[in-house]
C-alpha cells in the first residue's frame, strides 16, 4: 500500500497529540479526575445526540480512547481530552452497565488515562486543551471563545512583560492554534504593545449569521424534497419500474444523508 504524507499547516497540535498517544496508559479512579475549568469553549460543540451515540458506542464496542490528563499541583488529574468520554462513563456506571477497554473492565475505579505533566502556566494548559481537541470540527462560535480566551493570556503575558516578540495578531493565532486571518475578524489589534480587545460589532454579525444559516437551510430543505419529488414522480412511461426502484434505491438514501448534513453542518453555510 503507498504511504500517503498529509503535509498540516501547524504541526505543534498533531506532534502534541502524537507524543500523548504513545505515553503509557494509566488507570485511575474517578474521585482523582476533574473537569478542566477551559472546557466551556467546545460546550456548543456537544449536542444531545452525539452524546447519545457515544453511549451506545461505548455500550456496544467498548471505549476505544483513553482519557487525556495532566497533573494537576494541588493534587488529582485535570482533563484535556475525554470530557464527553467522561460523561459517558458516568451515566453507563449508573445504570450499572459492564464497560470494556482492550478486553480490561472499566470501573470507577478503574479508568483508562494517558497522563502528561503540570503544567505550569495558564497557557501552556490551554494550549494542551487546544491540541488535545484539534481534531474537533470546530463551530465559529467555538472559534471566537478560542480567541477570547487567547486574548485574555496575551494580555495578561503583555502585562508581566512576558509577551514573545511579533506582532499581536500572530502571537494571539498562536496561543489559540488559529490563522492569524480568524484572530483579524474577531479583534481589534490596536497598537502594538496595547492590549488586544475582541470586537463589539461580532456580537451582531454572529446573530446575523445566525438569521441567514436559517434561512438558507430551509431553502436547501425545500431543494432537497423537490429533488426527492423528482426521483418519486418519474414517469413509468419512459422509465421500468426496475429502473425507477433501481434511481430510487441510489438517489433517496444520498438525500437523506445531506439532509442529516445539513442539519449537523448547518452553522458553515
Known amino acids: 500500500m503507498k504511504e500517503v504524507q498529509i503535509s498540516l499547516l501547524n504541526t505543534e497540535s498533531y506532534d502534541t497529540i502524537d507524543k500523548a498517544r504513545k505515553s503509557k496508559v494509566c488507570f485511575l479512579p474517578l474521585r482523582d479526575l476533574s473537569t478542566n475549568p477551559l ?16 453511549i451506545e458506542s461505548i455500550k456496544e464496542t467498548g471505549l476505544q480512547q483513553p482519557l487525556i490528563a495532566s497533573r494537576s499541583d494541588t493534587g488529582g488529574h485535570i ?64 472559534n471566537k471563545k478560542l480567541i477570547a480566551e487567547a486574548v485574555k493570556i ?17 502571537n494571539i493565532a498562536r496561543i489559540a492554534n488559529v490563522s492569524g486571518r480568524s484572530v483579524q475578524r474577531y479583534v481589534d489589534i490596536g497598537k502594538k504593545g496595547e492590549p488586544a480587545k475582541m ?16 434561512t438558507e437551510r430551509k431553502k436547501l430543505l425545500k431543494k432537497l424534497a423537490s ?6 414522480d418519474l414517469d413509468p412511461s419512459i422509465y421500468s419500474q426496475e429502473d425507477l426502484q433501481e434511481m430510487k434505491a441510489e438517489a433517496i438514501p444520498l438525500i437523506n444523508v445531506i ?5 449537523i453542518d448547518a452553522g458553515e453555510l
Not at 473492565?105 to 486543551?129: C, D, G, M, N, S
Not at 494580555?155 to 511579533?166: A, F, Y
Request: with cysteine; charged share 35%; aromatic share 8%.
Open 259 to 263: 439532509m442529516q448534513r445539513l442539519y
Open 227 to 232: 429533488l426527492e419529488n423528482h426521483f418519486t
Open 154 to 170: 496575551y494580555n495578561n503575558q503583555l502585562s508581566s512583560g512576558k509577551s514573545e516578540s511579533g506582532r499581536t495578531r500572530d
Open 79 to 142: 482533563l484535556l481530552s475525554g470530557h464527553r468520554r467522561l460523561k459517558a462513563l458516568q451515566q453507563l456506571f449508573s445504570e450499572g452497565i459492564e464497560v470494556r477497554y482492550n478486553d480490561l473492565t472499566v470501573t470507577e475505579e478503574h479508568i483508562p488515562v494517558i497522563v502528561q505533566y503540570v503544567y505550569k502556566t495558564k497557557e501552556e494548559q490551554f494550549r494542551a486543551l487546544v491540541a488535545s481537541n484539534c481534531y474537533r470540527h470546530l463551530s465559529k462560535e467555538t
Open 199 to 214: 470586537k463589539e460589532s461580532e456580537k451582531e454579525d454572529t446573530v446575523s449569521e445566525e438569521a441567514v444559516q436559517r
Open 39 to 54: 472546557n466551556w469553549i467546545y460546550e456548543d460543540l456537544d449536542t444531545k445526540e452525539d452524546m447519545d451515540e457515544l
